[in-house]
Nanobody, 123 residues
Framework: QVQLEESGGGLVQPGVSLIISCKDSGGTFSSYALGWFRQAPGKEREFVAALSWIGESTHYADSIKGRFTISRNNAMNSMYLQMNNVKPSDTGVYYC????????????????WGQGIQVTVSS
């Protein structure tokens, strides 16, 4: 059974780098496509990044393209979001998601979700 837990969030200053992680304790992690989403205060949840099943393809939101990188380590049942040059507009709760048959930016395509982790970018 998939159980996702995010880690690595917190309060950071603009311009720094941050890595957030998501670990699946269920053990079938390698058979899923991966996604990161975020929800800023007062806004709807939005797509951030996606990674295909064997990692050969990625997709990023325009707002973070060139600054964020999604990756996976199947041996560790983990996924990561490397966030560089963070901005106050990156503030929000970040969610990881796993999809059996979907890879992309539509929330309903994902089957499992983490509880979310807060990232706050502020000076």
């Amino acid at each position: 059974q998939v159980q996702l837990e995010e880690s690595g969030g917190g309060l950071v200053q603009p311009g720094v780098s941050l890595i957030i992680s998501c670990k699946d304790s269920g053990g079938t992690f390698s058979s899923y496509a991966l996604g990161w989403f975020r929800q800023a205060p007062g806004k709807e949840r939005e797509f951030v990044a996606a990674l295909s099943w064997i990692g050969e393809s990625t997709h990023y939101a325009d707002s973070i393209k060139g600054r964020f990188t999604i990756s996976r380590n199947n041996a560790m049942n983990s996924m990561y979001l490397q966030m560089n040059n963070v901005k106050p507009s990156d503030t929000g709760v970040y969610y990881c998601a796993l999809g059996r048959q979907y890879y992309g930016e539509v929330e309903s395509g994902y089957d499992f979700w983490g509880q979310g982790i807060q990232v706050t970018v502020s000076s």
